[in-house]
């Protein structure tokens, strides 16, 4: 079993920077890929970042790609989502989750867990 928490969400105005944080305790940390969704209200959630076990290998959605970068510390168990040049249609739910299924997945069905979400407000 492996447990996520969110953090660093918050309201920013459009072209500023967040930075998210997923905490993971249970299971190795280090034995999981690690993915960042979002869920804009009314929409189907979508995949935004993914990053190996290892941290070598990244893989990013095409609408948020060389605005966001996928990262993780693996001594913390945490796993961060900074996020720059942010737009209002960056505004959703965002969620960490972990996968022991593959390498670098992009699907929301290979991964085993999910955290609660925080919520990012991008203002116009």
């Given amino acids: 079993q492996v447990q996520l928490v969110e953090s660093g969400g918050g309201l920013v105005q459009a072209g500023g920077s967040l ?13 999981a890929a690690m993915g960042w969704f979002r869920q804009a209200p009314g929409k189907e959630r979508e995949f935004v970042a993914t990053i ?48 022991s299924n593959s390498p670098l997945p992009t699907a929301g069905r290979s991964y085993d867990y999910w955290g609660q979400g925080t919520q990012v407000t991008v203002s116009s």
């Fill in 19 to 31: 930075r998210l944080s997923c905490a993971a305790s249970g299971r190795t940390f280090t034995n």
């Fill in 52 to 99: 190996s076990r290892s941290g070598g290998s990244t893989y990013y959605a095409d609408s948020v790609r060389g605005r966001f970068t996928i990262s993780r510390d693996n001594a913390k168990d945490t796993v961060y989502l900074q996020m720059d040049n942010l737009k209002p249609e960056d505004t959703a739910v965002y969620y960490c989750a972990a996968s």
